[in-house]
């Protein structure tokens, strides 16, 4: 299987933590979206999408990034995201799921997305930053398993 993870990440480098994870378990290519030849997309059987989250969605630029990208009827690709707050929480904006936003552009590109993964990470975004960020033990190794049992599933 040749796969593809595109990631986007920005502070802590929660998120590429998870895509290299990723990368490694499906023998893939860890990427960011300027690093994408657009016109290659359809030689990948798999592709990953993941940021952090800001503001209840996916960063800007992945959510730009997927907006340029063709027509893929069909293709196979999960969405993944990492937050310091849990999915559901606190995301109106959303409606309570932090992939909805990407998720819904990806469909009307005519991906077929098979599933989403997210998980909690250092957060010093805001008035965290006063307390020394929040979640300071997330991305552990129990983490990192559960990332690479999504992934063989």
């Known amino acids: ?87 559901g929480i606190l995301q109106f904006r959303s409606g309570g799921n932090f992939n909805r936003p990407v998720k819904e552009k990806m469909l009307g590109k005519g991906f077929d997305i098979i599933r989403e993964f997210s998980c909690r990470g250092l957060n010093t975004y805001g008035p965290f930053k006063l307390i020394g960020g929040i979640n300071r033990k997330r991305l552990n190794e129990e983490s990192l398993k559960k990332t690479r049992r999504f992934v063989r599933e």
Do not use: C, W
């Open 1 to 87: 299987m040749k796969a593809l993870i595109i990631y986007i990440s920005i502070h802590h480098g929660n998120t590429k933590k998870i895509g290299k994870a990723m990368a490694d378990v499906l023998g893939g290519e860890l990427v960011r979206p300027g690093e994408v030849n657009i016109n290659k997309l359809s030689e990948y059987d798999l592709i990953g999408f993941g940021s952090g989250v800001y503001f209840g969605k996916h960063h800007r630029s992945l959510l730009n990034f997927v907006d340029e990208l063709p027509v893929l009827k069909d293709k196979k690709v999960f969405i993944f995201s990492t937050s310091g707050m849990r999915n």
